[in-house]
């Protein structure tokens, strides 16, 4: 995307009655799979990454690339505590992959690297431009993560010389993706929630989890709920406090992005951000970008008009609501600040989303 453009968070909404029953149908199904009670098909893999030689893998890569190709049936990757500098991908063709980290909190295993969209690849063939840089993708439908911390780290202080300093740290381009107290930090487009092409639905659930940034942190097409999380505002690598939350990229019939019982905060400037602007990416008018805030605290950050243009797009033709959100950095509806009635909120709730799939830990 063009330039420019902890705290703890509060307890579960929605399906968290799910995820619990599916964390304990995991560890039933395991210990079962452990005894040969079960077969194959009916319990998920595990395979254990440790920096110390402990596990089976020392890298969370070469766990994944051990999933055989084709393989549809749950493999947990579980990732004890340290730090992993490393580029992991999980492809299209390895489906309901979990990355696990074993810590007693999300910050005890972190997966963390540098690329930005201006890096050059090792290869000689180019940079690797924004989708590219992200230090975690997963293409795999059924991509789930929990309690790890993922990061890209890109100092853009020191690589000023550099035009495109845009650094994903997960990026996410499947259906049923499901991140439950996970971390994703970085500054600029931080965590892409993307499909697998303009036509495929990819629909993505987030709960009891932080994101970090600072320009277009949460972009991309997918159909995603942000849900009981905390969106944390960053200053940018002069010092500044100016930015914009989301950038969806939406298709004219799906769903964007819903932040439903959240906390947006950080330790900037009052009214310097921005909830969101659309992104019509490669300049396509047939999107119809949508963001909707709802029910959510917003902190004196927050603008008063808090939508913006996007690249000669106005975001009053596209689909960007509020609904009784609080806080210091709430406000009334007016023209500049569309919020939805009653009614118009009682088709954009969290299942209205995810339409069907319920997301449980497995």
Request: neutral net charge.
């Amino acid at each position: 995307m063009a330039p420019g453009r902890r705290t703890t968070a509060p307890r579960h909404r929605g399906p968290h009655k799910a995820v619990s029953a599916g964390t304990a149908a995991l560890l039933a199904a395991a210990s079962l799979w452990a005894l040969g009670s079960v077969s194959e098909a009916e319990a998920a893999t595990t395979i254990t990454v440790a920096k110390d030689g402990s596990g089976q893998y020392t890298s969370v890569q070469a766990a994944v690339n051990a999933v055989p190709s084709g393989n549809t049936a749950r493999v947990v990757v579980s990732i004890k505590p340290g730090t992993y500098r490393e580029l992991v991908k999980i492809p299209s063709d390895k489906q309901n992959v979990t990355l696990q980290g074993t810590g007693s909190s999300r910050s005890d295993t972190v997966i963390v690297y540098n690329n930005a969209s201006g890096t050059k690849k090792p290869d000689g063939s180019g940079n690797y431009g924004t989708s590219g840089s992200a230090t975690v993708a997963a293409e795999g439908n059924g991509f789930q993560a929990r309690n790890l911390t993922i990061s890209n780290d890109f100092d853009e202080a020191a690589n000023q010389s550099m035009s495109d300093r845009q650094a994903v740290a997960l990026r996410t381009a499947a259906d049923k993706v499901f991140l439950e107290s996970v971390a994703v930090n970085g500054d600029q487009d931080t965590l892409l929630l993307d499909t697998a092409s303009k036509s495929t639905l990819g629909r993505v659930y987030m709960t009891d989890s932080v994101v970090v940034g600072n320009v277009d942190f949460i972009f991309g097409r997918a159909t995603a709920v942000i849900d009981s999380s905390v969106i944390t505002l960053k200053k940018r690598w002069d010092g500044t406090s100016a930015g914009y939350i989301a950038a969806p990229s939406t298709a004219a019939d799906r769903k964007g992005f819903l932040i439903t019982g959240s906390t947006v905060n950080g330790d900037v400037s009052a009214s310097s951000f921005y909830l969101g602007r659309p992104w019509h990416a490669g300049g396509d008018a047939s999107l119809d970008p949508m963001a909707t805030f709802r029910q959510t605290t917003l902190s004196s950050a927050v603008k008063s008009a808090p939508w913006t243009d996007m690249s000669g797009f106005s975001w009053k033709d596209d689909r960007f609501a509020e609904y009784k959100n609080t806080g210091p950095g709430s406000g009334a509806a007016s023209s500049n600040r569309p919020q939805l009635s009653d009614s118009q909120a009682a088709g954009q709730e969290t299942a209205d989303w995810l339409a069907g799939w319920t997301p449980s830990a497995s």
